[in-house]
């Protein structure tokens, strides 16, 4: 009996001291990614940020580094997917709303910027970067609006337009 305590003590400190070496070379990983970068070699420092991210799955710094590098690249999908593998990991983080909405916006998708940038508002009201972003967004998708409407003639509601009228 003894000994099943013994052997039970002795998983579960190599149990922690892996979990620790994991995240010693997941920020070493993370920290060749960042050189790589910095170096101006982009597929090297992806390839580490993603070897970090397998070896240490929660790692938050991981993936937001993976995200900002999508975004420099304007691989605004893929930013998207690692912002969100981000989000589960800390969904309190205003910043890393931030970083999604940005990515949506160069995207082209505004109602999932805004929606974005409302979250990152609504964990972080003092968020001045956010509130500016917020107004930009606002004022884009107003001016879609115009132009929208602008390009669908008026018609009263009672008539036909001319152009669906068939002739008898």
Known sequence: MARYGFAKGLVL??????????????DQMIEQGNAYWAENKPDLAEHQFKQAIDADPGSLA???QLAALYMSQNKNQQAIEAYQAAITLQPDNASLFVGICLAYLHEGSFSASHAMCSQ?????PEMENA???????????AAQRENQSA??????????????????
């Not at 922690?16 to 997941?26: C, D, I, R």
């Not at 990152?120 to 972080?124: E, G, H, R, T």
């Not at 390009?151 to 008898?168: I, L, N, S, W």
């Open 13 to 26: 400190v190599c149990c922690l001291f892996a979990g620790v070496v994991f995240a010693e070379s997941a």
């Open 62 to 64: 991981a993936h937001k």
């Open 120 to 124: 990152a508002l609504k964990l972080d």
């Open 131 to 141: 509130r500016k972003l917020q107004s930009y967004i606002d004022a884009k998708m």
């Open 151 to 168: 390009a669908q003639p008026a018609t009263d509601a009672g008539q036909m337009p001319e152009t669906v009228k068939h002739k008898q």
